[in-house]
Nanobody
Framework: QVQLVEAGGGLVQTGDSLTLSCAASGRTVSSYSMAWFRQAPGKAREFVAFIAWNTGATTYAESVKGRFTIARNGPENTSLQMSRLKPEDTAVYFC????????????????WGQGTQVTVSS
């Protein structure tokens, strides 16, 4: 079993920066890839960023590429640094661990945190 806890969300203005963190605990968590997803009201959960556990390779959604950075800060902590935030980035952000399918599909991920709200005002 893996437990994930996100933190760092808040209310910011357009153009601001914010860093989210995800603390993981449980068995073999260091051997699992990690990802961030987000879900806006009335919309499906969408992929944001992925980092591979073994190579550290990263992948981003087109909508955040160049503005967001995912990083693994030790085996149990993953961050999402967000810059030049836009109102359309407003959502609940979730970290996820252990995928058995496509990294960009929410249904492939087995463990989820409770989410942290990010609100970007215009």
């Amino acid at each position: 079993q893996v437990q994930l806890v996100e933190a760092g969300g808040g209310l910011v203005q357009t153009g601001d920066s914010l860093t989210l963190s995800c603390a993981a605990s449980g068995r073999t968590v260091s051997s699992y890839s990690m990802a961030w997803f987000r879900q806006a009201p009335g919309k499906a959960r969408e992929f944001v960023a992925f980092i591979a556990w073994n190579t550290g390779a990263t992948t981003y959604a087109e909508s955040v590429k160049g503005r967001f950075t995912i990083a693994r800060n030790g085996p149990e902590n993953t961050s999402l640094q967000m810059s030049r935030l836009k109102p359309e980035d407003t959502a609940v952000y979730f970290c996820a661990s252990y995928s058995t399918g496509r990294y960009d599909s929410a249904g492939s991920w087995h463990y989820w945190g409770q989410g942290t709200q990010v609100t970007v005002s215009s």
